[in-house]
């Protein structure tokens, strides 16, 4: 689990394709590797990997084809910019929100302009994600904890302070990139505690979820 506070920026030092998915050596930049051990998280760019190799400036990964698919890393070359926190732990301070590091889906920087001194961006999510997205929820980008300001169907708007613009690779997200995007993991878990036994029932249509029909039937809805 992450809180979607980066706490470096590295960079993707080499890609090796082995057997149809990737293997990836990050620098990890400033980032504290010293309580990082084999088998530990690191959340890159929002993806949870898992370390498989220590090096003195960073760490190896493996990538699978799954996640290669669901996320913008198959668009990662060597040099780019990743985002990257470790794992929490019991006394970390929870700073953003409960970050699981699996990608939801990839979202589209609509546009981006200059407010005041923050940087006010446009993102086009899913329109299968749109029903967790609420004004003032949180959302991970790129493994950054965000909230967003305002909803129009499946576009958000997001407003970046400086701070946090310093500290990440929102330089990077400029109008036309994909980005990672993670919903929060409560509304997830919500809608399938009110499918109820129907959570158990194979799923002829995925972006069905809970529908008005399936609320009323469990008196969720009022009936006039």
Known sequence: MFTGIIEAV???????????????????????????????????????????????????ADVSLETL?????????????????????????????????????????????EDARSIHLQVKAPN?????????????VDGVSLTINDINGAIISLNIVPHTSGETTVDLWQPGVEVNLEVDIIARYLERLLLGDKAAEP??????????????????????
């Open 203 to 224: 799923i002829t249509n995925k972006e069905q979820g809970v529908t008005l029909a399936h609320l009323a039937e469990h008196g969720f809805l009022n009936k006039r």
């Open 128 to 140: 299968e994600l749109a029903r967790y997205l609420s004004e003032k929820g949180s959302i991970c």
């Open 69 to 113: 698919k669901r996320t913008s890393f198959k668009q990662l070359s060597t040099g780019v910019s990743v985002n990257l926190e470790k794992a929490l732990t019991p006394t970390t301070r929870l700073g953003g929100h409960i970050v699981s590091g699996h990608v939801d889906g990839l979202g589209e920087i609509l546009s981006r302009k």
């Open 10 to 60: 590295g960079h993707i030092a080499r890609m090796e394709t082995r057997g149809g998915d990737v293997r990836l050596r990050v620098n990890s930049g400033k980032l504290d590797l010293g309580d990082v051990k084999l088998g530990d998280s690191i959340a890159t760019n929002g993806v949870c990997l898992t370390v498989i190799d220590l090096l003195g400036d960073g760490f190896w």
